[in-house]
């Protein structure tokens, strides 16, 4: 075995060189060739020795074996070295991926948590808003982006009484049920395609009536369209007596009789509707007046029967009465 490190010749097996003493293990062993003409021995790359000059006979085997022996250990180290290299990449991709999880996981935790309160302040508002002031689902109310449009809706409101007959007939511009939701947004459309103040006061009277009693005559509307506080306050102190009487009755009372025959206007509903409990047995609410259900012969269309006999200006108080007792029954006694 020669050193690689001084080039002198050790015995095979021996672990250091008895020239240098550099262990011989950590160096390749190289195979050498016997010269047969001084016996020297030569590496196996020379082709002539060294020693006297012979042209050596190398082994073809020999050569091959050298050869293949030393591009496969260059390989194995190569390979060894790349696949070091592959592993430590790996490893860096693993690493990087668990950090890339766990910030993706913590950005998502934390993106829900921020909607769930947005939810639960949007929600806690709602409910207050709901709370405060109640409005009736079914119909939203609308409104214009144009300031002057909606303080014009205020104004022309602000000379009408909620028409819907079950809201203590507060002034439309204030009240929230349904029916000043639906006429404060015929005002506002009939002011977006720029019709006259006046012309809508005197539409919304002939459809929906109910115009205080203070404008009336300012505006040439049918008295049947005109709403009376005075007036209302009265027939409600006798609206018992009158509508509990039967018509012979009525006939001894002068003052009875008249109410009894005078025709309907808008502003009776509200004494009509007080003579009733809801006959539909499925509410909370027993008055008719302050009941507002849809359920089949409920408030919503005694209210709506009531409302179209009073437009036909033909029935009286006591008679749109009995016909809506024969109709739906619910008369109190």
């Known amino acids: 075995m020669i050193c690689t490190n001084c080039g002198s010749r050790n015995v095979n097996g021996n ?120 409005i009736p689902k079914g119909i939203s109310e609308v409104k214009s982006n144009d300031p002057m449009i909606e303080a014009k809706v205020y104004e022309i409101a602000s000379k009408f009484v909620c028409s819907c007959g079950s809201c203590n007939e507060e002034s439309l511009e204030i009240c929230k049920c349904e029916r000043s939701i639906e006429e404060r947004q015929f005002i506002r459309d009939y002011l977006q395609q720029n019709q006259k103040p006046d012309a809508i006061v005197i539409a919304l009277a002939n459809k929906y009536g109910w115009m205080k009693a203070e404008f009336a005559s300012i505006y040439n509307v049918d008295k049947s369209k005109i709403w009376n506080s005075n007036k209302t306050a009265s027939k409600l102190e006798i609206n018992k007596e009158l509508i509990n009487s039967s018509p012979n009755t009525l006939l001894g009372n002068n003052t009875q009789n008249n109410l009894q025959n005078t025709i309907a206007i808008l502003s009776d509903k509200y004494t009509i509707y007080s003579a009733f409990n809801c006959p539909c047995g499925k509410c909370a609410l027993d008055e008719l007046k302050d009941c507002n259900c849809g359920h089949p012969g409920g408030a919503q269309e005694i209210k709506k029967f009531v409302d179209e006999k009073i437009s036909e200006s033909k029935y009286s108080i006591g008679e749109i009465t009995e016909m809506v007792n024969n109709k739906y029954g619910g008369k109190k006694i």
């Open 15 to 134: 672990k250091f060189c008895t020239n240098c003493g550099v262990e011989l293990d950590h160096f390749e062993s190289t195979p050498y060739i016997h010269c047969s003409k001084c016996g020297y021995d030569n590496d196996q790359e020379n082709k002539f020795c060294t020693s006297c000059g012979n042209k050596l006979q190398h082994k073809t085997s020999e050569i091959l074996n050298h050869k293949h022996n030393k591009s496969s250990k260059h390989k194995i180290k190569y390979e060894h070295k790349q696949n070091r290299s592959i592993n430590e990449i790996h490893s860096a991709d693993r690493s990087n991926s668990k950090k890339i999880k766990i910030f993706w996981i913590a950005t998502g935790a934390a993106v829900t948590i921020i909607l769930c309160i947005a939810v639960f302040i949007e929600t806690s508002n709602n409910n207050f808003d709901k709370n405060e002031f109640p």
